[in-house]
């Protein structure tokens, strides 16, 4: 009897070991490393941010900043609901990053039974989270991996850099309709990537960064067309759009900062480009990012945040 135990035990161990082994594979191959930053290692997508420490600590920076405008996690009338909770109350995070937002909420309502996670590749927390906090790794351009009609509320936000025109309209936006129930809510959060009132050197930085994002397909103006893609589904009702403004630059004290750190650590991450487009060394576009903070308290720009949501049919 002992043998045959210690015989099972092994080979449960194995298989573990294996299984552990083939996960850290996948996850290393979903990576690639590019001038000393890891980027995604998916040929077909089109984000090009990379995914390392210093885009962790900016995702999660723009989370707070985001919360601090708007003074809340989300627009949608779904307080009631997530607080009453239910025996299958479920809420869906769509490319949920580290996932700061499902963390926050999934402690903010006990009571519902499942907030979900998912991004491309697993950078959001495995072990440590609330009871009611799961995550998932999922492509939402190969659909959502879930029933019809299966969430409360389903949440997405900061993808303007990750899907062309013609996937928001025909795979993101009927998929986010889909997964969502009858009464439900979804809701989309979207920066206007411009920056209004701006000085010359952050119409140079800028028009380098949204040249960058024409090339690779992507909207750089978005914002103009995401109710008209939601209104084309035919499945929603009661379309609601808000907009905040916010400073940025060090003049406007905390808020400002906020906003120009996350600018900041944009046009860091572009600097091996954006240097080699302006035929500068290193040491001068050092200089180009540290002046772009002064001009920023010269002609106090601003940019605007986006809120969507709208209640399936």
């Given at each position: 009897?002992?043998?045959k135990?210690?015989?099972?035990?092994?080979?449960?161990?194995?298989?573990?070991?294996?299984?552990l082994?083939?996960?850290?594979t996948n996850?290393?191959?979903?990576f690639?490393?590019?001038?000393?930053?890891?980027?995604?290692?998916i040929?077909?997508?089109?984000y090009?941010l990379?995914?390392d420490?210093?885009?962790?600590?900016?995702?999660?920076?723009?989370h707070?900043?985001?919360?601090?405008?708007?003074?809340?996690?989300?627009?949608?009338p779904?307080?009631?609901?997530?607080?009453n909770?239910?025996?299958?109350?479920?809420?869906?995070?769509?490319?949920?990053?580290?996932?700061t937002w499902?963390?926050?909420?999934?402690?903010?309502?006990?009571?519902?039974?499942?907030?979900?996670g998912i991004?491309?590749?697993?950078?959001?927390?495995?072990?440590?989270?609330p009871?009611?906090?799961?995550?998932?790794?999922?492509?939402?351009?190969?659909?959502?991996?879930?029933?019809?009609?299966?969430?409360?509320?389903?949440?997405?936000?900061?993808?303007?850099?990750?899907?062309?025109?013609e996937?928001?309209?025909?795979?993101?936006?009927?998929?986010?309709v889909?997964v969502t129930?009858?009464?439900?809510?979804?809701?989309?959060m979207?920066?206007d990537?411009?920056?209004y009132?701006?000085g010359?050197?952050?119409?140079?930085?800028?028009?380098?960064?949204?040249?960058?994002?024409?090339?690779?397909?992507?909207?750089?103006?978005?914002v103009e067309?995401?109710?008209?893609?939601?209104?084309k589904?035919?499945?929603?009702?009661?379309?609601?759009?808000?907009?905040?403004?916010n400073?940025?630059?060090?003049?406007?004290g905390?808020?400002?900062?906020?906003?120009l750190?996350?600018g900041?650590?944009i046009?860091r991450?572009?600097?091996?480009?954006f240097s080699?487009?302006?035929?500068?060394?290193s040491?001068?576009?050092?200089?180009?990012i540290e002046?772009?903070?002064?001009e920023?308290?010269?002609?106090?720009?601003?940019?605007?945040?986006h809120?969507?949501?709208?209640?399936?049919?």
């Amino acid at each position: 009897m002992g043998k045959k135990i210690s015989k099972l035990t092994k080979s449960s161990s194995n298989n573990n070991e294996s299984e552990l082994l083939e996960e850290r594979t996948n996850v290393s191959h979903s990576f690639k490393y590019v001038d000393g930053k890891r980027y995604h290692n998916i040929p077909s997508l089109r984000y090009h941010l990379p995914n390392d420490g210093d885009e962790f600590d900016r995702l999660q920076m723009q989370h707070y900043l985001s919360r601090y405008i708007w003074q809340s996690n989300f627009s949608a009338p779904v307080h009631e609901l997530l607080s009453n909770g239910g025996g299958d109350t479920r809420v869906l995070d769509v490319g949920c990053g580290p996932g700061t937002w499902i963390l926050e909420m999934s402690s903010d309502y006990p009571e519902t039974e499942l907030f979900h996670g998912i991004d491309i590749v697993p950078i959001f927390p495995d072990t440590i989270k609330p009871f009611n906090a799961s995550f998932s790794t999922q492509n939402a351009l190969e659909g959502l991996k879930f029933p019809d009609n299966y969430f409360d509320y389903v949440y997405m936000r900061f993808l303007t850099a990750a899907f062309s025109t013609e996937q928001w309209e025909t795979v993101v936006i009927p998929e986010l309709v889909r997964v969502t129930k009858s009464g439900g809510y979804i809701e989309i959060m979207e920066w206007d990537v411009k920056i209004y009132g701006q000085g010359p050197i952050a119409k140079r930085l800028m028009d380098s960064f949204l040249a960058d994002l024409r090339s690779r397909g992507i909207n750089d103006c978005i914002v103009e067309v995401i109710q008209e893609f939601m209104e084309k589904t035919n499945q929603l009702t009661n379309i609601e759009h808000d907009t905040r403004t916010n400073p940025q630059g060090l003049y406007a004290g905390q808020l400002g900062k906020l906003a120009l750190d996350n600018g900041l650590s944009i046009f860091r991450t572009y600097k091996p480009k954006f240097s080699k487009d302006y035929n500068m060394t290193s040491e001068e576009y050092d200089k180009l990012i540290e002046d772009f903070i002064k001009e920023m308290d010269i002609y106090q720009p601003h940019n605007i945040t986006h809120r969507f949501w709208a209640k399936k049919i």
